[in-house]
């Protein structure tokens, strides 16, 4: 589960991590009234006009822009706020802009320079260990600096016995050249950081840019978190914190009907029951000289409303030619499918594509009498080869 900027934030300062600080607003007014508090409680007089939609590269589509007085603020945030933001992570369309942060500016002159460094928190799924990723290219695509000098990116994997060791977040904070006030707050950041990632069971942590500040000070001036959903059922409050807005809808319909959806840009839509055995169906298709139009599991306790469900959230792509259903009944009865199946058929109109079936397991052969027996324009196949051979034929 992705979260806004100012979530993120929120977050992050709950564990002692020093944040530029904002307040959110959703109209023109609220974003002149939350400058005012702002420089109230911070002293800025210079605000940060930040778009929150869940993509990186705002600034770039002129999401992310400076205001010098309160009339600024309300005429950015007027030009910010209902536009779609298109950026190099969201689609052609772009996405909807429903609120802004209006931040503290922190880039204030002093005596010594200020810097941005890019630092991320993740999963290594090669070494099954957490690591830091961090560079003194802040404020740049990380994947551009990737590419073009890698040698300026560096990582530090956390044993998972031990957790963050005060000698790495020291080792963190020499490479990236700091010294003196900036070493000791850099090592303070880092190690709340790391605390913040593993207490809320984030799967990514992404701060770019970390900030030195003119004064020797090191805060977050951006935030992009991604929770992990298997670990949501122990932060109620963090789950509440979920914007479907900036979801797909037909992602929010699949999720709420407990189905397991990932839209695709294909033409056969696949109804499986299981990942494993939806990967390998994906890949039939495929080998059938398809296209899958989705990945949908609907469980290993689907009945036939949840089959329905899923019935109709395939047929609203246009693109699907054909659709291919293709269950195990392990734990799901097959004749329950199969009863479904019926239903959804019976039950949505102009169904004019045509619906290939395969069901494996127990009732499998009551199933496949009732899908025969029905009169309705339904292919069973018993084999998986029979149906990779009918969704060849078909499509």
Not at 26 to 37: G, H, L, N
Not at 196 to 207: C, N, P, Q, T, V
Not at 342 to 347: L, S
Request: glycine share 10%; hydrophobic share 40%; charged share 25%.
């Amino acid at each position: 589960m992705n979260l806004h900027e100012f979530q993120g934030k929120d977050i992050l300062a709950s564990y002692g991590v020093r944040v530029q600080r904002g307040k959110v607003a959703s109209t023109p007014d609220e974003a002149v009234e939350a400058a005012k508090q702002l420089s109230e409680e911070t002293g800025t007089s210079w605000y940060v006009v930040k778009a929150q939609v869940h993509a990186g590269g705002r600034g770039k589509g002129g999401g992310v822009k400076l205001a010098k007085n309160l009339d600024e603020v309300r005429s950015i945030s007027e030009q910010i706020l209902g536009m779609m933001l298109v950026t190099p992570q969201t689609s052609a369309e772009g996405k909807l802009v429903n609120q802004v942060l209006i931040a503290e500016d922190v880039y204030y002159p002093g005596e010594s320079e200020t810097s941005e460094i890019y630092m991320s928190v993740l999963l290594n799924r090669e070494s099954g260990r957490n690591m830091i990723m961090y560079s003194t290219e802040g404020g740049m695509d990380i994947e551009a600096v990737a590419e073009n000098t890698p040698h300026l990116i560096f990582t530090e994997e956390i044993d998972p016995k031990v957790g963050l060791q005060g000698f790495q977040a020291r080792k963190i904070a020499f490479n990236l050249g700091l010294s003196g006030a900036a070493l000791k707050e850099m090592v303070k950041f880092v190690s709340s950081l790391y605390s913040a990632y593993e207490g809320i069971d984030a799967s990514l942590f992404e701060i770019n840019p970390v900030l030195k500040t003119s004064d020797n000070k090191i805060l977050a001036v951006d935030a992009k978190v991604t929770l992990d959903d298997n670990g949501l059922f122990r932060h109620k409050d963090y789950a509440a914190l979920r914007d479907t807005r900036e979801e797909d809808p037909i992602d929010v319909e699949a999720g709420e009907a407990g189905l397991n959806f990932v839209n695709l840009d294909g033409n056969v839509g696949c109804m499986v029951n299981g990942a494993g055995l939806a990967m390998a169906t994906m890949d039939i298709i495929k080998m059938a000289g398809g296209n899958p139009a989705n990945f949908l599991d609907v469980g290993g306790t689907a009945d036939a409303e949840r089959v329905e469900k899923a019935f109709r959230i395939i047929l609203r792509d246009d693109n699907v030619k054909a659709i291919l259903v293709n269950i195990f009944g392990g734990i799901v009865r097959c004749d329950r499918v199969a009863q479904g199946i019926i239903d959804a058929y019976k039950n949505i109109e102009n169904i004019n594509i045509p619906i290939i079936v395969r069901l494996q397991g127990t009732n499998a052969i009551l199933a496949k009498k009732m899908i025969d027996e029905s009169g309705l324009q339904v292919h069973s196949a018993i084999a998986l080869h029979e149906a990779a051979a009918k969704v060849q034929e078909l499509v």
